[in-house]
């Protein structure tokens, strides 16, 4: 438990109020501020629905313990104040957070730690301006936080090291899953992993060797029923008798001849999105997209429940 942190969150929409459940959730003290009029207020709106959900769903005792522990604040100094960690979670956009990096500098108190939620963009490009920038860093989730607990963490050239111990520290006090990246790289750990899956699903649709649906159920109902327990490396070492050398001998040449077949990057164009997006309309209409959003949430939450009682822990 985290008990008596005082963190800020710095930007409160969904990633940022996400956030604010990790957090507080732990027992840390957390200050949100959105710059926009009302924004942090409605956020605390919708945080108490999904504090009931997890309540709901056998992993949280008492919601109110948990939004007592969260309070807005009017401005960004006074988030600021007396906080050891800062999370920024605002636009993703390039000359916005280095905007809020800015602001964030003047106000920050001594060897407090900025991480960004920055979906893609690198620290370098927003955190180079700053005196404080030995103390940032990209604290990259995966959406919602508060069920799916890895945190990617990618250090800038001039990130001190102890920047990142003391991160990967708080990450873990709170529940996370931290990994760290040893420098800089586009898409970071999961996008680029999920950006090669994503290049052969296109694919398999615009050659029409599979439709939407099917490369979907090869994930959810194959891949992906390994890959909610255990990685990709760990995977194939379990899946021959002498591990991942044994693996590499039976298999290798097989993926070395896919890989040999794929010598062109294309991109998505407009014809293949249509026709992606015409196959998933005929299996979800757009009306239909935010209840499934909220049906993959509660699907994340039994998962969790279950990840949980697995590792014979208790609700938060």
């Given at each position: 438990?985290?008990?008596?942190?005082?963190?800020?969150?710095?930007?409160?929409?969904?990633?940022?109020?996400?956030?604010?459940?990790?957090?507080?959730?732990?027992?840390?003290?957390?200050?949100?501020?959105?710059?926009?009029?009302?924004?942090?207020?409605?956020?605390?709106?919708?945080?108490a629905q999904r504090l009931d959900d997890l309540v709901?769903?056998?992993?949280?005792?008492?919601?109110?313990?948990?939004?007592?522990?969260?309070?807005?604040?009017?401005?960004?100094?006074?988030?600021?104040?007396?906080?050891?960690?800062?999370?920024?979670?605002?636009?993703?956009?390039?000359?916005?957070?280095?905007?809020?990096?800015?602001?964030?500098?003047?106000?920050?108190?001594?060897d407090a730690i900025v991480g960004s939620s920055s979906?893609?963009?690198?620290?370098?490009?927003?955190?180079?301006?700053?005196?404080?920038?030995?103390?940032?860093?990209?604290?990259?989730?995966?959406?919602?936080?508060?069920?799916?607990?890895?945190?990617?963490?990618?250090?800038?050239?001039?990130?001190?090291?102890?920047?990142?111990?003391?991160?990967?520290?708080?990450?873990?006090?709170?529940?996370?899953?931290?990994?760290?990246?040893?420098?800089?790289?586009?898409?970071?750990?999961?996008?680029?992993?999920?950006?090669?899956?994503?290049?052969?699903?296109?694919?398999?649709?615009?050659?029409?060797?599979?439709?939407?649906?099917?490369?979907?159920?090869?994930?959810?109902?194959?891949?992906?029923?390994?890959?909610?327990?255990m990685g990709p490396f760990e995977t194939i070492d379990?899946?021959?008798?002498?591990?991942?050398?044994?693996?590499?001998?039976?298999?290798?040449?097989?993926?070395?001849?896919?890989?040999?077949?794929?010598?062109?990057?294309?991109?998505?164009?407009?014809?293949?999105?249509?026709?992606?997006?015409?196959?998933?309309?005929?299996?979800?209409?757009?009306?239909?997209?935010?209840?499934?959003?909220?049906?993959?949430?509660?699907?994340?939450?039994?998962?969790?429940?279950?990840?949980?009682?697995?590792?014979?822990?208790?609700?938060?």
């Open positions: 438990m985290s008990v008596g942190e005082r963190i800020a969150v710095v930007g409160a929409g969904l990633v940022g109020s996400s956030w604010a459940i990790v957090f507080a959730r732990a027992g840390c003290e957390v200050a949100m501020f959105d710059a926009a009029p009302g924004a942090a207020e409605r956020a605390v709106g919708t945080i709901a769903a056998g992993l949280l005792h008492d919601a109110a313990d948990v939004l007592a522990r969260i309070r807005v604040e009017a401005t960004l100094a006074g988030a600021l104040a007396g906080a050891g960690y800062v999370q920024e979670s605002v636009l993703e956009r390039t000359a916005v957070k280095r905007a809020v990096f800015a602001e964030i500098d003047a106000a920050l108190v001594p979906s893609g963009i690198p620290a370098s490009e927003f955190t180079g301006h700053v005196a404080c920038r030995a103390r940032c860093l990209v604290a990259h989730p995966v959406n919602p936080p508060y069920l799916i607990p890895v945190v990617e963490l990618v250090p800038a050239p001039w990130t001190a090291p102890e920047t990142v111990r003391r991160t990967r520290a708080l990450m873990e006090r709170v529940g996370q899953a931290p990994v760290e990246m040893t420098r800089e790289a586009e898409g970071f750990i999961l996008n680029r992993l999920q950006g090669v899956l994503l290049m052969e699903a296109w694919r398999l649709v615009e050659e029409g060797l599979a439709s939407v649906a099917d490369v979907d159920r090869t994930v959810s109902e194959g891949l992906g029923l390994r890959w909610s327990f379990l899946n021959a008798p002498g591990g991942v050398a044994d693996y590499a001998a039976r298999l290798g040449p097989l993926y070395q001849r896919i890989a040999a077949s794929r010598t062109e990057h294309r991109v998505w164009d407009a014809a293949l999105i249509a026709k992606v997006e015409q196959q998933r309309r005929a299996l979800l209409a757009e009306g239909d997209l935010v209840a499934r959003s909220a049906w993959r949430d509660r699907r994340l939450m039994a998962l969790a429940r279950h990840r949980r009682d697995a590792a014979g822990q208790e609700p938060e």
